[in-house]
C-alpha cells in the first residue's frame, strides 16, 4: 500500500492563528482526502482535494475556513483558519490507490487550540 | 439519521471468545463497505472489505446484507491484540469518499 507522511504529527496553536497540514505520499494518487476526527467522535469528511482544480467541499466545510492545495499527484496541504477551541481536533488526509488496494490513512495531526 | 450507525460498545469479552458487531447503513446507492481497525491515537487501518457473497480472512468473517442494509465483522477465537475500535465504512453519496461510523469498542481480556 502507499506510504503517507503526515506532518505534523501533533501541534498547539494559539486562537486566531492558523495551521497548514501536509500530507506526502510515495506514490501518485488520483484521489485523496481530507477527514477530521473530533474527540470521541468518528471520522468526519471535510474535502476531497483534486489536483489542480479547487477542493470539493462537504456540508459544513468551508474554503475560507479550510483552504486546501493539491499542487501534483503526490501532495496536499489543508490549513485550518482562525483557529478556535472547537478546531481541536485530530486531523487525517487519506488517499484511494490507484492500484485498487483501497484507502489508506496518514497518521493524523493532533491539533490543540488555546 | 446518521449514514453509518454502530453499536458503540464496549463490548468487554474474555480471550478465545467469538463476538459480532453490526452496522447499518442509510445510502440505499452504497456500492463499497468496509471495516477498520482504529488503534488508540492511531489513523484507521484496512481490516477487510465487505463483499456482497461474504468474505473470510483467517479469524475475521464479514457479511453484507443489501436488502437490509445491514453489514457484520464477526471475529472468532479472540486475541487481546484484537482489542481495538472497530469503524463500518461505506463510500458516500460522492461516490469515492467514505462515511465512517462512529465505532465499536472491543476489549479483549485474559
Known amino acids: 500500500s502507499a506510504v503517507i507522511s503526515q506532518k505534523p504529527s501533533r501541534d498547539i496553536c494559539q486562537r486566531g492563528t492558523s495551521l497548514t497540514i501536509q500530507c506526502q505520499v510515495d506514490?501518485?494518487?488520483?484521489?485523496m482526502f481530507w477527514y477530521r476526527q473530533q474527540p470521541g467522535q468518528s471520522l468526519t469528511l471535510i474535502a476531497t482535494?483534486?489536483?489542480?482544480?479547487?477542493?470539493?467541499?462537504e456540508s459544513g466545510f468551508v474554503i475560507d475556513k479550510f483552504p486546501i492545495s493539491r499542487p501534483n499527484l503526490t501532495f496536499s496541504t489543508l490549513t485550518v483558519s482562525n483557529l478556535s477551541p472547537e478546531d481541536s481536533s485530530i486531523y487525517l488526509c487519506?488517499?484511494?490507490?490507484?492500484?485498487?488496494?483501497?484507502?489508506?490513512f496518514g497518521s493524523g495531526t493532533r491539533l490543540t487550540v488555546v | 439519521r446518521k449514514e453509518v450507525e454502530q453499536d458503540p460498545g464496549p463490548f468487554n469479552v474474555p480471550e478465545g471468545a467469538t463476538v459480532a458487531f453490526n452496522c447499518t447503513y442509510s445510502n440505499s446507492a452504497s456500492q463499497s463497505f468496509f471495516w477498520y481497525r482504529q488503534d488508540c491515537r492511531k489513523e484507521p487501518k484496512l481490516l477487510m472489505s465487505?463483499?456482497?457473497s461474504g468474505n473470510e480472512d483467517g479469524r475475521f468473517t464479514a457479511q453484507l446484507n443489501r436488502a437490509s442494509q445491514y453489514i457484520s465483522l464477526l471475529i472468532r477465537d479472540s486475541k487481546l491484540s484484537d482489542s481495538a475500535t472497530y469503524l463500518c465504512?461505506?463510500?458516500?453519496?460522492?461516490?469515492?469518499?467514505?462515511?465512517f461510523g462512529k465505532g465499536t469498542s472491543l476489549l479483549v481480556t485474559p
Open positions: 482535494a483534486n489536483q489542480g482544480s479547487e477542493a470539493t467541499y
Open positions: 465487505v463483499y456482497s
Open positions: 487519506s488517499v484511494l490507490e490507484d492500484t485498487g488496494y483501497g484507502y489508506t
Open positions: 465504512v461505506v463510500n458516500s453519496n460522492s461516490g469515492y469518499a467514505l462515511n
Open positions: 506514490s501518485q494518487v488520483t484521489m
